[in-house]
């Protein structure tokens, strides 16, 4: 147990923390950060660390940008809060949607939200409310994928396809519906190419949509890369045969854009780069690179159009929230997808994409390692006991010690169980990438090294 400082003690006082094992936060104390600067935070010691995660999955941008900050006290002081409700609306909110249009010219309409969780409950509430106003009102229900990550209000957290996201929340809810994950080497059978899994990936999907009824089927969420569940890339091929068995049932597809958005994959969405069609998508985190909270569903001319007209039909479209649209998170997000286009972000993470997935397969050989994943600025190091597919007897431990013995080097990342998830600002450059994986090789051999000590790996 650690002696905790005054600001430690106050937290655990007052603080439940999400994803955190409230009880261990007690013992050890949190990591109190107090300031960041371009691709750093800087902990209440004074202790600087490369945040390889841009925090959760957000902040493109890095910390500290001012013309970030100038746009937003800009925004606080000329209109700090009104809401979009009743038809009233705002100049923020109207630019930022222009935006998004702008920038997937596919989209119709844009609502706003705060969170990606909310994005994603708001997507499922639309093609409920689309449905019922095509007249098809046994569509309802909604196929995401197993190792998914939606969010965690009670239907995206549904969507979810992680354990510890249903675990005693009484989840999945009804209706909601997993699929096969796209991990090819972990997934594939024996002799199977990629294109046969992708085939097979599609077939699954459809035999699943023939169980329930393709009268019931409504739609099919996917992340292009799949975040939180490893930052899992799907093999060529994947999307266009899902998108052939949705369009052949008439499935929505949604796009669930909120990490792998506004450059992250090398293009402006994970979507493009992947070949993923879309109906709708999801967009929070970049849209405002972290710096306000903020999320968007746009949607294609088919929804909308039948939201507006059903909204006609009722009196009303009774769904929004009060801080969606804020203005001041609007004003950001514009002034965020401005600078997104003015520094050529998505050409900087294109340039730098062969340097990072160099850095990542340098790895791949190491006895820890058993898969190395990268795509755009996101990627993973998969850890296994014998450099096969093979789980830990114990998952979660090694991952877990990786990451602390990363921590005390200076480099932040996160271990989603076993995979050492990389996903650093998109303004990092080539010394900051180097600064990086600079302590990897020996964070992975005393990982290694504590793995066979505690007979977790065998050597």
């Given amino acids: 147990m650690n002696q905790l400082t005054n600001t430690q003690t106050r937290d655990v006082e007052a603080l439940l923390h999400p994803y955190t094992n409230a009880r261990q936060v007690r013992l050890d104390g949190a990591h109190v950060i107090e300031r960041g600067e371009g691709v750093r935070v800087f902990d209440q010691a004074g202790k600087g660390y490369i945040e390889g995660m841009a925090g959760l999955w957000c902040c493109g941008l890095g910390f500290g940008d001012a013309e970030i900050a100038d746009a937003a006290r800009e925004q606080l002081g000329k209109l700090p809060y009104y809401h979009l409700f009743g ?87 009804e209706g909601i519906k997993h699929t096969s994950t796209p991990h090819f080497w972990r997934e594939a059978q024996a002799g199977e190419t990629e294109a046969e899994f992708a085939k097979r990936m599609a077939e699954d999907l459809e035999a699943l949509i023939i169980a329930e009824g393709p009268e019931t089927v409504a739609a099919f969420i996917a992340e292009p890369v799949m975040g939180a569940g490893g930052v899992i890339i799907p093999p060529a091929g994947y999307f266009p045969a899902i998108a052939a068995v949705c369009k052949k049932y008439d499935v929505h597809m949604i796009a669930d854009e909120v990490i792998c958005g506004f450059g992250r994959t090398g293009e402006w969405f994970g979507s493009d780069t992947l070949e993923m069609p879309r109906n709708s998508m999801s967009l929070a985190k970049q849209l405002t690179a972290g710096y306000a909270p903020l999320s968007a569903v746009a949607m294609d001319a088919r929804m909308a159009e039948a ?20 203005p001041v998170s609007c004003a950001v997000g514009a002034k965020v997808l401005d600078i997104y286009r003015e520094r050529d972000i998505v050409g900087h993470v294109k340039k730098l994409a062969p340097l990072f997935a160099a850095k990542l397969n340098a790895y791949k050989d190491h006895p820890l390692v058993g898969e190395v994943r990268a795509l755009g600025l996101m990627g993973a190091l998969e850890l296994t006991p014998d450099g096969t597919p093979a789980a830990f007897e114990q998952p979660g ?9 990363l921590l005390s080097r200076g480099v932040i990342l996160r271990s989603i169980g076993d995979s050492m998830a990389f996903c650093p600002p998109m303004i990092i450059n080539e010394a900051e990438i180097e600064e990086m994986f600079a302590p990897m090789e020996e964070a992975l051999d005393a990982t290694y090294a504590w793995g066979k000590a505690e007979g977790f790996v065998k050597g």
């Fill in 307 to 326: 939201v507006e007209a059903n909204s006609g039909t009722i009196g009303t479209f009774g769904h929004g929230f009060t801080y969606g649209g804020h």
């Fill in 87 to 173: 038809g009233r609306s705002h100049e923020p909110a109207i630019e930022l949607a222009e935006k998004i249009k702008d920038l997937a010219p596919d989209m119709a309409r844009v609502i706003y939200q705060s969170s990606g969780s909310e994005a994603n409950d708001t997507q499922i509430k639309l093609v409920w409310y689309m449905n019922n106003a095509l007249g098809r009102p046994e569509k309802k229900k909604i196929i995401s994928r197993k190792k998914a990550y939606h969010g965690v209000t009670i239907v995206s957290a549904s969507l979810t396809g992680l354990p510890y996201n249903h675990r005693d929340f009484d989840l999945p809810v």
């Fill in 397 to 405: 431990k090694m991952g877990a010690k990786l990451g602390a013995e």
